[in-house]
Structures are given as C-alpha cells and as structure tokens.
C-alpha cells in the first residue's frame, strides 16, 4: 500500500501528511504549494465499510454480547479511518 503523491510535483505524502489533509476539500501539497483534490471516483474506497455490517450479522447469529459487538464496531471503523490514507487518490483541479 502507498499514500498518494501530489500530481503536479509527484512528492510522495507521507502518512501524516494524508492523514491530515484528508478532512479538507482541498488538498496542499506542502512540496510545490499547489492544491490536489480527493479522486472520489475510487472503486474500493469505501470497501471496508461494507465489512461492518457482514461481520455484526455474522456476531448477531453466533449470539455475542452487544458489548462485545459494539467493541468489534469500533475496532473496524478505526481500521477503516486508519487505513484510509492509503486508499486516498489525488487529482488536479478541474478547469472551468
């Protein structure tokens, strides 16, 4: 896995570097100074957010305690968030 890289310099970012950058609409790169934008087209996304749901049913039908169902909830949308600098792509701002 790597972390996008700007797409007028092509700097690698570094994880922090996404991380921090990924709540925003606009992008800085801190290298050349110019402004990359989240590709929302990216097929897997939002993949790991369709894990959740598969693996509460599989909880609820092997009959674990809620506790135990909201921690794995938890821990799966940490992982999710934690992973997503990784599934991060940039792009250039369109021209109008």
Known sequence: MQT???KYCEAQWSYG????NIFKPRMICSHCGEENYY???SKNSW????????????ALL???????????SIILVIVHI????????LKK???K
């Open 47 to 58: 993949i790991t957010l369709f894990g959740i749901p598969i693996v509460l049913i599989v």
């Open 39 to 41: 590709q929302s087209n």
């Open 62 to 72: 092997l009959d674990l305690s809620t506790s135990l169902i909201i921690l794995i």
């Open 17 to 20: 570097e996404t991380f921090k």
């Open 93 to 95: 701002k369109e021209k």
């Open 82 to 89: 934690a992973l997503f600098p990784y599934r991060t792509q």
């Open 4 to 6: 996008p890289s700007c």
